[in-house]
């Protein structure tokens, strides 16, 4: 286990370092707001019902949690927000993380995690949580692949509707991640080393000549359930595609996880990796 606080500090010096950003804790209202400007940037959502408002940001700081932005030349270009999970979990729930689209590939969200794991370490925090749209392979790969968490629950359904521009129209399920801090796995991963393949996979879930999902058998202890390269295309494209999609995910991934499969990595395929466990 890892627990040298030097090191942990070093991955996140090093990966804000190859993104060119500042990544640091804020608490004052002006910075605050600068947060709430991004992530309508980002989102472009109702003004009634945005992901987070001023004054409970405000709180959030206020109160400890953490909250914390990168800047590239002092412009502000990512921003994540964390509580506190129940008192004895050791735990803390990232809400939400936002990036500007110029900041996507260049690092930005990864030296931002990496930051907050090297927090929470240094806050008694062992376990950080938090969900994303399981047909969203970016997002899967980034955060099965490169930080290297882990999932055990599928949630359907679970925000209800959200009229922003990048859930409006679609059902909101998703996936709940652990991301163990100390665990071993979730450093070789952050090493660049994740795990993209797994013994004698069988594909439950694939993708047909169409594009449309094409379910597979259900074997073995080791399964792969693969997903569209980008489900935002396919839902401007072809949107009865998208919600066949969504629907097949919800049955299978969601069905393999209640049964208490263990989502361990993305392949290179863009499928999720599962571990049935050895009665499989």
């Known amino acids: 286990m890892i627990d040298a606080a030097t090191e942990v500090h070093e991955v996140a010096g090093r990966a804000a370092e190859r993104a060119g950003v500042t990544v640091r804790t804020l608490h004052e209202l002006p910075d605050l707001d600068q947060i709430i400007a991004l992530y309508d940037e980002v989102w472009r959502p109702d003004p ?11 709180v959030f700081s206020h109160l400890g949690s953490y909250v914390a932005a990168a800047y590239r030349d002092e412009r502000m270009v990512g921003a994540t927000v964390a509580f506190f999970g129940p008192p004895d979990t050791r735990s803390l729930h990232s809400h939400i993380t936002g990036v500007l689209p110029d900041g996507q590939a260049r690092g930005v969200g990864f030296a931002l995690k990496t930051h907050q794991r090297a927090w929470a370490l240094d806050n008694g925090v062992r376990t950080v ?5 399981p047909l969203v392979s970016r997002n899967a790969h980034f955060n099965l692949g490169k930080l290297g968490a882990r999932c055990r629950v599928y949630l359907e359904s679970f925000y209800g509707d959200m009229p922003d521009e990048l859930n409006a129209g679609d059902e909101t399920d998703r996936l709940l991640l652990d991301w163990e801090l100390a665990d071993p796995a979730v450093a070789r991963a952050l090493d660049g080393h994740p795990v993209e393949r797994v ?38 494209a072809r949107p009865e595609t998208a919600l066949r999609w969504r629907l097949a995910v919800r049955d299978v991934l969601g069905g393999l996880l209640a049964e208490g499969a263990v989502i361990v990595g993305f392949s290179r395929d863009g499928g999720y990796l599962l571990d049935r466990g050895e009665d499989a």
């Open 48 to 58: 009634a019902n945005r992901p987070l408002n001023l004054e409970l940001l405000k």
């Open 129 to 133: 949580g938090w969900t994303f749209d």
């Open 199 to 236: 013994p004698d996979a069988t594909v439950a879930l694939d993708i047909g000549a169409d594009q449309r999902p094409v379910p597979g058998e259900i074997e073995g202890r080791h399964v792969e359930v693969r997903i569209p390269d980008d489900i935002y295309a396919v839902r401007k």
